[in-house]
């Protein structure tokens, strides 16, 4: 039953990772369900061959980095659910959109769900003036704070109302980039970015000096949501042990 299970696990490891290489995001994080994958029928082996019960030292360390593994993920996806439904606050002084990949063609699916809630924001709230950022990434065509302005102009947000913020490669620049542009310690803030993302965000604005700050949270493909929360949780730790957070 377990040999089993492990290969139902590799199978789907290797296939939720195909799924998000056809995606093509822009990241390489598909190659980590690859290696998931692996892990599993290398375990699968083990235990196949009796080498699993002949090690005892072995079995122990596998288990306990297992279970480290998921008390890690359960502590930080409850760190992010805490501001997956954010709504933040109404009349705002400003709405930092935070951005993700463009393509030709324009904003890819998941910034264009962070636009769209930023236009439902913006519409009702008319006062609040918007901060995009995003620099132009290797494989980008524009900046994506180009990019983002050009689709809430299409949409009738006015130009007055747009600032622009394009020189950040990551969350932690797309914070302090636009710190320049409001005053931290006084204007009320909204952090807009994908509910899987946005507990980062918010937290990135606290430690950086924002003293009023609300998380947005605008929702993303549930597809893709596990390869998504998987990828927070390591960029959580990352910033955490960077003191970005």
Not at 10 to 38: E, H, K, P, Q, T
Request: net charge positive.
């Amino acid at each position: 039953m377990g040999i089993f299970f492990l290969i139902v696990l590799s199978l789907f490891a290797f296939f939720y990772g195909w799924l998000i290489f056809l995606a093509a995001s822009g990241s390489r994080f598909y190659l980590f369900w690859f290696f998931l994958s692996v892990s599993f029928l290398f375990l699968e082996e083990l235990i196949r061959h009796g080498i699993w019960r002949r090690f005892p030292l072995l079995r122990g360390t596998c288990l306990l980095g297992i279970f480290m593994g998921l008390l890690f993920l359960l502590v930080s996806w409850s760190l992010i659910g805490t501001e997956f439904f954010s709504r933040g606050e109404e009349k705002l002084d400003y709405l930092v959109v935070l951005g993700a990949q463009v393509r030709p063609s324009g904003p890819a699916a998941v910034l264009r769900l962070r636009l769209d809630r930023a236009f439902t924001y913006l519409s009702e709230n008319p006062e609040t003036f918007c901060i995009v950022s995003g620099g132009k990434g290797q494989n980008e065509p524009c900046s994506e704070a180009e990019a983002m302005r050009d689709y809430l102009l299409r949409r009738g947000i006015s130009a007055e109302r747009i600032l622009l913020e394009d020189q950040s490669k990551n969350t932690r620049e797309n914070i302090a980039n636009s710190a320049r542009l409001l005053n931290p310690e006084r204007d009320r803030v909204g952090i807009l970015s994908s509910d899987f993302h946005v507990y980062r965000g918010k937290a990135i604005a606290k430690k950086a000096g924002y003293r009023e700050v609300f998380a947005v949270s605008a929702r993303s493909n549930r597809l893709y949501l596990l390869n998504n929360m998987l990828r927070e949780s390591l960029a959580l730790a990352k910033d955490k042990i960077a003191g970005n957070l």
